[in-house]
């Protein structure tokens, strides 16, 4: 049975506009579930990759060191992130063969705990909606009034685009950052902080994120496709 991204690829689907995003660090949520990850040692980290990563844990090891992170588990989250992100970017390089795409990374991480939390998966979601509120137990852990309204100007900014790209198939208007389509030449997306601004994903960030296209996964597992 074909897999969405196989149609994607032919070329294979109903033509239009096609807005594609992530967060910047979307498997730090889950963390929050696991104790102790800021003492896991090399060592734990790599007995854990191993499991996961398989005969493939060489090869994707050569891709990263531990010297670029400030604790081994750094490490183990930004292959985590990568892998869930390369989903979202081989669809991107896909579609806009065919149609334009607009592809965003939401950075924005000015919770109670930035470095913890950093931009988790799902933190886009209040801003698209412009809902902040602080009734439940998980948004006075993350928020206070403070804190709300210093994201209350991004979050109007999101909902302008997204209105814009619901009415025209076009995110760009009048007094916002000019967001281009994302082509595989430059491989430009949004990034929604603040400030908004725009970047190319750089060569090693689409090296992983090609890597990982690769396979599906399973239970965090990689299972490479035929």
């Known amino acids: 049975e074909k897999q969405p991204i196989e149609y994607f690829k032919e070329g294979n689907f109903n033509k239009m506009p096609v807005m594609i995003g992530h967060t910047r660090d979307e498997i730090k949520l889950y963390t929050m579930l696991i104790p102790g990850t800021s003492l896991w040692s090399k060592w734990s980290v790599n007995w854990l990759l191993k499991k996961l990563l398989g005969e493939y844990y060489e090869e994707v090891m050569s891709m990263y060191s531990y010297s670029d992170y400030r604790r081994p588990s750094h490490l183990l989250f930004a292959v985590c992130d990568e892998a869930f992100i390369s989903r979202g970017v081989d669809a991107a390089e896909a579609l806009s063969r065919y149609v334009p795409v607009y592809l965003y990374r939401f950075d924005w991480d000015e919770t109670k705990f930035p470095r913890k939390m950093g931009a988790f998966h799902s933190l886009d979601v209040p801003f698209v909606f412009g809902h902040f509120t602080l009734d439940s137990d998980i948004a006075k852990l993350l928020a206070n009034k403070k804190i709300v309204k210093k994201a209350k100007p991004l979050s109007r900014q999101i909902m302008t685009y997204y209105t814009n790209f619901a009415k025209n198939g076009d995110p760009n208007g009048e007094g916002l950052i000019y967001w281009p389509a994302y082509t595989p030449e430059k ?36 299972e490479k496709k035929e």
Request: charged share 30%; aromatic share 20%.
């Open 187 to 222: 491989k430009q997306r949004i990034i929604f902080d603040t400030p908004i601004s725009v970047k190319s994903i750089s060569e090693d960030e689409f090296k992983k994120y090609s890597y990982f296209s690769q396979f599906y996964i399973m239970g965090m597992k990689l």
